[in-house]
């Protein structure tokens, strides 16, 4: 069974930084793109960032381009996602999910989510 | 970037009836689309990818079709358990990954 488990989300002042992690189990991590995605609250869905499964090859939505960084340990079977210069508007839930493809695709899976509250 | 657009917002049913959710991209994603179901406090939970296949564990009252520009999420004969609110999401041009505005199921 396929597991995320994400981590490290909290309060932070504006400007700060934070690092996300998403702990993978029940399948091999390093074959299958890994994404972010987020839900501000009371709102919709949005993309924030997929990396490859080898990890060769990342790509950002421009809201969080140059501020986020998606990287991933395959042999710690865990992706992260370092955030910084946070805004207000990046308040939300945070998750990550799994293609069923070594890049992006449809998310076949998705963790529990972790809150990130910038406050300003 | 491929706007996604979801209607109606809301949908207003009863249990056993059959609800039927649209979803129109700007342009031609061909059957790159999925649907999610998000219920209250929960992740989203895949549903239909490629607009017409069931995600492994989906019951058969969901079905997805369309192609091209306008597609369709039907729930055949709505359980009590269904309530939730209904995401589609594009992969044909990326990125960026783009979702719908979502549309709610509720108790009529």
């Known amino acids: 069974e396929v597991q995320l488990l994400e981590s490290g989300g909290g309060l932070v002042q504006r400007g700060g930084s934070l690092r996300l992690s998403c702990a993978a189990s029940?399948?091999?991590?390093?074959?299958?793109?890994m994404n972010w995605v987020r839900q501000a609250p009371g709102k919709g869905l949005e993309w924030v960032s997929v990396?490859?499964?080898?990890?060769?090859?990342?790509y950002y939505a421009d809201s969080v381009k140059g501020r986020f960084t998606i990287s991933r340990d395959n042999s710690k079977n865990t992706l992260y996602l370092q955030m910084d210069s946070l805004r207000a508007e990046d308040t939300a839930v945070y998750y990550c999910?799994?293609?069923?493809?070594?890049?992006?695709?449809?998310?076949?899976?998705w963790g529990q989510g972790t809150l990130v509250t910038v406050s300003s | 970037e491929v706007v996604l657009t979801q209607f109606p917002a809301t949908l207003s049913l009863s249990p056993g009836e059959r609800a039927t959710l649209s979803c129109r991209a700007s342009q031609s994603i061909s059957s790159y689309l999925a649907w999610y179901q998000q219920k209250p406090g929960q992740a989203p939970r895949l549903l239909i990818y490629?607009?017409?296949n069931r995600a492994t564990g989906i019951p058969a009252r969901f079905s997805g079709s369309g192609s091209g520009t306008d597609f369709t999420l039907t729930i055949s004969s709505l359980e009590p358990e269904d309530f939730a609110v209904y995401y589609c999401?594009?992969?044909?041009?990326?990125?960026?990954?783009?979702f719908g505005g979502g549309t709610k199921v509720e108790i009529k």
């Open positions: 490629d607009a017409s």
């Open positions: 999401q594009q992969r044909s041009n990326w990125p960026p990954l783009t």
């Open positions: 999910a799994k293609s069923p493809t070594f890049i992006a695709a449809h998310l076949d899976s």
């Open positions: 990396m490859s499964g080898s990890g060769g090859a990342t």
């Open positions: 029940g399948f091999t991590f390093e074959n299958f793109g």
